[in-house]
């Protein structure tokens, strides 16, 4: 049982004494100790209301004079003082032994609590940012078993619209998989696209200051949005993500369900999101948010050929054969590209290379051949910086038409049909 009171709890205790009200009711009352409510009757008849902790002195005392320093030099800042900051300066710069809490304690009481941040509110413009976060379900019953899905939750900043895709994993393939779907959801791209640091989306560092993965960045440039990556502990940065994720929650109820498989949950999903936005209220516009959504369709940028996803992208050099390599295998591209470099996607299950904008070639990844061979790579007019390949000539011709015939048909003498060629 707590024996400290607050100082409403110590006012409560007085009045309360003063009339009449027996120590044992007013500590059951307040869920105190009795024990607490003499003590500070005692403070209180003393003419002292603290107690004797407030006259100790601050294990901080030690290093006062480089806390006044680090304080004024903290003036000059626009930024409240972070005293979690002070703290880590005083242990590791100055061997400080104490707590943080011991820090605070002493700045509060020589500085007092510092200004209050406030925060400005801004409505966007259709079609300018959406936000876009995780929401997390440890216990969703699929085909019979307990499993964590991952709920990847989209919003568009201006009709509040959101799109909810169901994930299984939250990898590099996940994420890319869940924009695709969550775009097509919403009938369009946005110009911005505000994100939480992680490290699909954030490979080091965060914020501005952040360095974007190289996989989100060229499908961000493909699909033709902005990334914008939020300052840490700063959980109003992406405020609509944040309350269509706790909505979400409230919204699907899926774990009091159980599920056939994932596509069953989507679709249920789906139909619930939709209900929900054609009788809620956009705050920015006074309409439903599915008609707020459908205004703001027109301001979102055309849904393009969204890219497959990937989990893996290089860029790489095309060799004088042609080809690149990629993950230990060489694979062909059209000869005109031969002295320049190539954009190469790991997908699922395919490579994709591209260049110029666009995908020339795709083939099948993790094949067990280290060396594909597509003969069209070969043919085509010459250009001014880049000579086609010699054709192949008549015994080439025909190890092609052979290896190209089906098995049953192919020569049982091989030696004699390539022999008839050579004469």
């Given at each position: 049982?707590?024996?400290?009171?607050?100082?409403?709890?110590?006012?409560?205790?007085?009045?309360?004494?003063?009339?009449?009200?027996?120590?044992?009711?007013?500590?059951?009352?307040?869920?105190?100790?009795?024990?607490?409510?003499?003590?500070?009757?005692?403070k209180?008849?003393?003419?002292s209301?603290?107690?004797?902790?407030?006259?100790?002195?601050?294990?901080?005392?030690?290093?006062?004079?480089?806390?006044?320093?680090?304080?004024?030099?903290?003036?000059?800042?626009?930024?409240?003082?972070?005293?979690?900051?002070?703290?880590?300066?005083?242990?590791y710069?100055?061997?400080?032994?104490?707590?943080?809490?011991?820090?605070?304690?002493?700045?509060r009481?020589?500085?007092?609590r510092?200004?209050?941040?406030?925060?400005?509110?801004?409505?966007?413009?259709?079609?300018?940012?959406?936000?876009?976060?995780?929401?997390?379900?440890?216990?969703?019953?699929?085909q019979?078993?307990?499993?964590?899905?991952?709920?990847?939750?989209?919003?568009?900043?201006?009709?509040?619209?959101?799109?909810?895709?169901?994930?299984?994993?939250?990898?590099?393939?996940?994420?890319?998989?869940?924009?695709?779907?969550?775009?097509?959801?919403?009938?369009?791209?946005?110009?911005?696209?505000?994100?939480?640091?992680?490290?699909?989306?954030?490979?080091?560092?965060?914020?501005?200051?952040?360095?974007?993965?190289?996989?989100?960045?060229?499908?961000?440039?493909?699909?033709?949005?902005?990334?914008?990556?939020?300052?840490?502990?700063?959980?109003?940065?992406?405020?609509?993500?944040?309350?269509?994720?706790?909505?979400?929650?409230?919204?699907?109820?899926?774990?009091?369900?159980?599920?056939?498989?994932?596509?069953?949950?989507?679709?249920?999903?789906?139909?619930?999101?939709?209900?929900?936005?054609?009788?809620?209220?956009?705050?920015?516009?006074?309409?439903?948010?599915?008609?707020?959504?459908?205004?703001?369709?027109?301001?979102?940028?055309?849904?393009?050929?969204?890219?497959e996803?990937?989990?893996?992208?290089?860029?790489?050099?095309?060799?004088?054969?042609?080809?690149?390599?990629?993950?230990?295998?060489?694979?062909?591209?059209?000869?005109r590209?031969?002295?320049?470099?190539?954009?190469?996607?790991?997908?699922a299950?395919?490579?994709?290379?591209?260049?110029?904008?666009?995908?020339?070639?795709?083939?099948?990844?993790?094949?067990?051949?280290l060396?594909?061979?597509?003969?069209?790579?070969?043919?085509?007019?010459?250009?001014?910086?880049?000579?086609?390949?010699?054709?192949?000539?008549?015994?080439?011709?025909?190890?092609?038409?052979?290896?190209e015939?089906?098995?049953?048909?192919?020569?049982?003498?091989?030696y004699?049909?390539?022999?008839?060629?050579?004469?």
């Open positions: 049982m707590p024996s400290r009171l607050a100082r409403e709890e110590r006012v409560t205790v007085e009045v309360l004494a003063g009339k009449g009200q027996n120590h044992c009711e007013v500590a059951r009352m307040l869920g105190v100790t009795e024990g607490a409510v003499r003590y500070h009757l005692r209180a008849g003393n003419g209301r603290q107690d004797g902790r407030g006259e100790k002195p601050f294990k901080a005392d030690a290093v006062s004079g480089v806390i006044e320093a680090w304080m004024e030099a903290q003036r000059e800042s626009t930024r409240p003082v972070n005293v979690m900051e002070l703290y880590e300066h005083l242990a710069e100055w061997d400080y032994e104490g707590s943080y809490k011991t820090v605070l304690r002493y700045v009481k020589h500085y007092g510092p200004a209050m941040r406030t925060y400005r509110r801004v409505e966007t413009p259709p079609g300018a940012q959406a936000q876009t976060d995780w929401a997390e379900y440890p216990k969703m019953c699929v019979n078993e307990l499993r964590g899905l991952h709920a990847f939750v989209m919003v568009l900043s201006h009709s509040r619209m959101p799109a909810v895709v169901w994930s299984e994993r939250e990898d590099q393939l996940s994420w890319l998989s869940c924009h695709n779907a969550a775009f097509r959801r919403l009938a369009g791209v946005v110009a911005v696209n505000r994100i939480d640091n992680v490290k699909t989306a954030i490979a080091q560092g965060a914020g501005a200051w952040g360095v974007i993965n190289p996989t989100y960045r060229a499908y961000a440039k493909a699909v033709r949005f902005h990334v914008d990556a939020c300052s840490p502990g700063e959980p109003r940065a992406k405020g609509k993500a944040e309350a269509k994720v706790r909505l979400s929650r409230l919204l699907m109820g899926g774990e009091r369900r159980e599920w056939k498989d994932v596509d069953e949950l989507q679709c249920w999903s789906d139909v619930r999101v939709e209900r929900w936005a054609k009788r809620s209220l956009c705050p920015a516009t006074g309409k439903t948010i599915w008609e707020s959504w459908q205004e703001e369709i027109p301001f979102l940028g055309p849904l393009p050929i969204l890219p996803p990937f989990d893996v992208v290089v860029t790489r050099p095309v060799n004088v054969d042609c080809t690149v390599r990629f993950e230990g295998r060489n694979y062909p591209v059209p000869f590209y031969v002295g320049t470099r190539v954009e190469v996607r790991g997908c299950g395919k490579v994709q290379l591209l260049a110029e904008g666009g995908v020339v070639r795709e083939y099948p990844r993790h094949t067990r051949e060396i594909l061979i597509d003969p069209s790579c070969y043919e085509g007019e010459a250009t001014e910086r880049v000579l086609p390949p010699l054709p192949l000539g008549r015994m080439g011709r025909r190890l092609q038409e052979i290896l015939m089906p098995v049953e048909r192919r020569p049982v003498d091989l004699a049909a390539l022999a008839e060629v050579a004469r």
